[in-house]
């Protein structure tokens, strides 16, 4: 299974991790309402079409991890890069001043499984050649 497509700018392409249970940031990002959906829009816009967000309101690196986060308000979507690539795990609303360890665990688990997967699909391309 291929990574759903969140954006692709000219130079970057945001996508969604997959795990077996399906796209855990794709689901956050539907179930979001449609003005907080815009705003992760033009966040996703503005990285893919100038490769990297300066403000640290709305994107920055999670400190002590690999991992960054698009930020809106309260809304928060974890994601790592991979090339060209900014893969988002999943999304949370973060309710106090601090990153609740269970998310960062939880980003880690869906980087894993959905590189596991992407290794799996990779795998299956060769060998079919």
Not at 37 to 42: D, E, G, T
Not at 67 to 85: A, M, N, T, W
Not at 86 to 106: Q, S
Request: hydrophobic share 35%; charged share 30%; with cysteine.
């Amino acid at each position: 299974m291929s990574r759903p497509v969140a954006y692709q700018g000219q130079a970057r392409r945001i996508v969604y991790a997959i795990t077996s249970a399906g796209s855990p940031g794709l689901d956050f990002v539907d179930g979001l309402d449609v003005r907080n959906k815009a705003k992760v829009f033009k966040l996703f816009q503005m990285l893919g079409d100038r490769g990297e967000i300066h403000n640290k309101e709305h994107f920055k690196p999670i400190e002590g991890t690999k991992f960054c986060e698009f930020k809106s308000h309260q809304i928060r979507i974890p994601c790592y890069r991979d090339g060209l690539f900014w893969i988002v795990t999943h999304g949370f609303i973060k309710k106090d001043f601090k990153i609740d360890p269970a998310e960062l665990r939880r980003a880690e688990r869906i980087r894993d499984e959905d590189k596991a997967m992407q290794a799996g699909i990779h795998k299956v391309h060769k060998a079919g050649r």
